[in-house]
């Protein structure tokens, strides 16, 4: 059965770094774009950020354009989500998700097929 645990969530401060990381198994994700999604308290699940399944196209919410940054190693079948430069605002249930793509790259950021269960990053002021 194809699972998706994500790790690396954490309380830190305001200005500070975490890198998320998403570990996969059951399955190959070689052929699915995978995203980060985040969810705040009182709020709806957004986007955060995506890659096509060849690494070579991302795509960011405005709001975390130039602080954060999605990788992925095939070869470990993981995700990565560097953020920097971490903001209050930031704090959230942070979610990998993955969507099979026959387009090596094209971004998905809905129809996911698979989801994690999410991490938690607390950013304090």
């Known amino acids: 059965q194809a699972q998706l645990v994500e790790s690396g969530g954490g309380l830190v401060q305001a200005g500070d770094s975490l890198r998320l990381s998403c570990a996969a198994s059951g399955r190959t994700f070689n052929n699915y774009a995978m995203a980060w999604f985040r969810q705040a308290p009182g709020s709806e699940r957004e986007f955060v950020a995506g890659i096509s399944w060849n690494g070579l196209n991302t795509v960011y919410v405005d709001s975390v354009k130039g602080r954060f940054t999605l990788s992925r190693d095939n070869a470990k079948n993981t995700p990565y989500l560097q953020m920097n430069s971490l903001k209050p605002e930031d704090t959230a249930v942070y979610y990998c998700?993955?969507?099979?793509?026959?387009?090596?790259?094209?971004?998905?950021?809905?129809?996911?097929?698979?989801w994690g269960k999410g991490t938690l990053v607390t950013v304090s002021s």
């Open positions: 998700a993955a969507a099979y793509s026959s387009n090596r790259y094209m971004i998905l950021r809905n129809g996911m097929d698979y």
